[in-house]
């Protein structure tokens, strides 16, 4: 055969197939879940003990997008030659692949239980720019001096502004409610003085890293750095975070540095992760438009919450029970102008920035949706707002009025422990300084806290919740047969009694119009052993116990 014509198909062949002569990734659906070994009767094996909780605390049921993937699915897709599992989505129900030849693919899409595949293209992110306009924070004429719980030096501006500070003033400033926080990086947390109470008081749950898959976050990319400071920060006279009590998961989903391939699926691992461990808020300040090269981007007409990954996800996190917080994006003034993904999502709160007379920032990205839901949600601080990272300093972005608000909203969810993501979402609407003609420039405006804590869409308070606690006591525990409740004083109101499982269904019910000092559930014999919640509204309050039947 002539060399020539033999070198022309060959070079023809390296054309055709160079797409796939180094690895790609794809995303790989599958249809269904099954053959599982997990069930839904049996959440322990995949949910923790917190999760399950907030679920049955919620009346959100267990279901089939709480099983994680089909192992059998996962094996048979990783053992095809060319082909490497990378990570899988319970929540999607497929898994990220690495493949290097078309062959590959073609034999991944011929499994019955394989739905579709598509390549997952590189996301592009633009972090905001940060105006590093140190503060000393020993100079006097530099603090602020406020007559609050805290004195917050340079960051007061930004509590005050949504009600922070009267929150802390009332003792609530995030103690017990766990926020994960998704980001890129944060570099220096282990060793900044910021947040020595953080990491003295054991507040510092966990770090996961969805980009290497180890647990080192901390030397990364510095921006979820600025964020944490502006919800966990402790230094007097220079920044108070808005949540400085809360504990906080740390997870870097977010390759800025090489721009990875995966970020929207990483932080749907992230945020599957953060459901699963029981956190009760995400945050992040992140957001996608551009893909590298220009190839398949986000279009306005996507913008919908139903298209991209992560949009889907984070509304699927907030069903779960998890309040999501996410940066509107800063492209406001660019050609662009919009919100970015996942803001477009249902149910989650978009924060945009305002600067600190409360104006629109310009560059905080505009709404609506490409299926005309009004966005942002809210603003908050952050045209610029007070961040740190190894020293304090201004800073610009929705990036950082996101943990702002979120920090506050943390507060607001320990003191309205039992209300859910919507109920929260509204009063905080409603509490909002543009609440009365909402806007795609602002939302609702800036809500006010102590505002939203009194708003009548929330449910009962920490306050009343301990005096509920504090009058009834349940035993034995665990059970065996008969569980007794007894009340501290008779009562003459209505009491509802009920006992789930753990999939949120109600094994048992009682209505009394009022009550003795004791009631008795007799039937507990005919229960199957296992975790049990037992749910007492008395009036306007509820408790919530665990139950463990032998």
């Given at each position: ?64 997008t ?25 929540w ?55 007559p ?14 949504i ?91 977010e ?52 298209t991209?990954p ?55 990205s ?63 609407k409603?509490?909002?300084n ?16 102590c ?45 509802n009694?009920?006992i ?23 039937d ?8 049990y ?14 139950i463990?039947?032998?």
């Amino acid at each position: 055969m002539n060399k020539k014509f033999i070198f022309a198909l060959t070079f023809l062949a390296s054309i055709l197939f160079s797409d796939l002569a180094v690895a790609q990734k794809y995303w790989v659906k599958f249809k269904n879940k099954n053959g599982t070994p997990y069930t839904t009767s049996n959440p322990s094996a995949f949910l923790s003990a917190k999760a399950i909780a907030r679920r049955v605390n919620m009346g959100i049921a267990i279901d089939q997008t709480d099983l994680p993937v089909t192992p059998s699915y996962v094996t048979q897709v990783d053992g095809v030659s060319g082909v490497t599992v990378l990570f899988r989505s319970k929540w999607l129900n497929g898994v990220v692949i690495s493949v290097t030849n078309t062959v590959a693919l073609t034999t991944i899409n011929s499994f019955t239980f394989v739905q579709s595949s598509a390549p997952v293209n590189r996301y592009k992110i633009v972090m905001p720019a940060i105006d590093r306009t140190t503060i000393n924070p020993h100079s006097e004429n530099q603090k602020t001096q406020s007559p609050s719980a805290f004195n917050y030096g340079q960051s007061a501006g930004q509590a005050s502004m949504i009600g922070a500070d009267c929150m802390h003033n009332y003792g609530w400033r995030g103690q017990g409610v766990t926020i994960a926080v998704l980001d890129a990086g944060f570099k220096d947390v282990h060793i900044d003085n910021v947040f020595d109470s953080l990491r003295l008081q054991g507040r510092l749950k966990g770090t996961r890293d969805f980009v290497t898959g180890d647990t080192m976050v901390f030397e990364d990319h510095t921006h979820g750095s600025m964020v944490l400071s502006c919800m966990a920060a402790i230094d007097p006279g220079n920044i108070i975070g808005t949540a400085p009590k809360a504990n906080y998961w740390l997870l870097r989903t977010e390759d800025v540095a090489s721009e990875t391939l995966s970020e929207e699926y990483n932080w749907i691992r992230g945020a599957e992760f953060a459901d699963s461990l029981g956190a009760d808020m995400c945050t992040t300040s992140l957001g996608y438009t551009t893909f590298d090269g220009g190839l398949n981007n986000h279009t306005y007409a996507q913008l919908d919450g139903k298209t991209a990954p992560m949009s889907i996800a984070s509304t699927m996190a907030t069903r779960k029970g998890m309040l999501v917080l996410n940066a509107a994006g800063n492209e406001g003034g660019s050609a662009w102008n919009f919100i970015s993904v996942p803001a477009d999502a249902d149910s989650i709160i978009t924060v945009g920035a305002v600067d600190p007379t409360g104006v629109k920032a310009g560059f905080s990205s505009f709404g609506p949706t490409s299926d005309g839901r009004i966005k942002p949600d809210l603003c908050a601080q952050g045209g610029p707002a007070f961040v740190c990272n190894t020293g304090c300093f201004f800073g610009n972005g929705t990036s950082f009025a996101t943990p702002v608000l979120a920090g506050a909203v943390a507060c607001l969810l320990q003191y309205k422990p039992y209300a859910k993501p919507m109920q929260i979402l509204g009063a905080l609407k409603a509490s909002a300084n543009n609440s009365i003609s909402p806007n795609n420039n602002v939302g609702w405006g800036i809500p006010n806290m102590c505002t939203a804590s009194s708003n009548t869409l929330l449910s009962v308070s920490s306050n009343e919740m301990n005096d509920l606690n504090n009058s009834i006591t349940v035993y034995p525990n665990p059970v065996i047969d008969k569980l007794n409740i007894e009340f501290a004083n008779k009562i003459e109101s209505n009491i509802n009694i009920t006992i789930n499982n753990v999939l949120g269904q109600v094994v048992e019910k009682r209505a009394l119009t009022s009550a003795n000092e004791l009631v008795e559930f007799n039937d507990f014999s005919a229960l199957k052993p296992g975790v049990y919640f037992l749910n007492i509204q008395v009036g306007n309050s509820t408790m919530v116990k665990k139950i463990v039947k032998q």
